[in-house]
């Protein structure tokens, strides 16, 4: 009994932990994906807000924004950003520094607990199957509030920036500072768009590949 209670905690933190990992892998790649940032200054005129500069150079500026965020590049170019858009730059970073320590430290423990699961349950990969079903339907519960924030992302991209950032740190004037005419609110809409639809559809993959493996386990079993 004792085994029993401390195997179903285990299922039950591992299902929790799916949509943390789900998610912020999610952020961190769709965050970082370089080509999406190309067709996006492509389709929103983000080029055509820097006369003086052409597509090669912002999409330079663009990388070492990315490679900042990152961790790789020390410091952003301060011929192009002022002191104010290099702090929020830096809050920014100790967000996304947040985010991979959540995702690393989530799979880390993932792994950890399904290896105890492993040695505590005779039907391992059954129980595993449940973790990822369990998981991918929390998932899809949990981004329904994304499809929420879509909705109302004027008002949800207000109140996420007045909860991680000090107030007045994150406003800017597009008429004498790049980062606004870089990525304009458009923007970080569509980035956000995608970020939802990709958890989405990867929510409705493991989903349906963990309804197929134990219809097929059970098919198995009703064989023998």
Do not use: C
Not at 3 to 27: E, G, H, K, N
Not at 79 to 104: C, G, R, W
């Amino acid at each position: 009994m004792k085994y029993f209670i401390f195997s179903f905690l285990i299922i039950i933190f591992l299902i929790i932990l799916f949509p943390i990992i789900l998610v912020s892998d999610s952020l961190e790649k769709t965050t970082f994906d370089e080509s999406f940032y190309v067709a996006q200054f492509n389709e929103l005129g983000v080029y055509d807000n820097f006369p003086d500069n052409d597509q090669v150079s912002i999409n330079l500026i663009n990388t070492q924004v990315i490679t900042y965020l990152k961790g790789s590049n020390p410091a952003l170019p301060r011929s192009f950003f002022n002191q104010k858009e290099i702090d929020h730059m830096l809050d920014v970073k100790v967000l996304f520094n947040k985010l991979f320590a959540l995702k690393y430290g989530g799979v880390a423990l993932f792994v950890i607990l399904s290896a105890i699961l492993y040695f505590l349950k005779p039907n391992f990969f059954k129980s595993l199957n449940g973790v990822f079903l369990g998981g991918s339907i929390l998932t899809l519960i949990l981004i329904a509030a994304g499809f929420f924030m879509l909705v109302n992302f004027d008002s949800s991209f207000t109140k996420f920036h007045n909860v991680f950032f000090e107030e007045g740190s994150w406003t800017f004037d597009a008429d004498s500072e790049n980062i606004v005419n870089l990525y304009p609110f458009q923007f970080f809409l569509n980035i956000f768009q995608r970020i939802v639809i990709i958890i989405f559809l990867n929510s409705i993959i493991f989903m349906m590949l963990s309804l197929f493996f134990i219809r097929s386990n059970n098919l198995a079993k009703n064989r023998i």
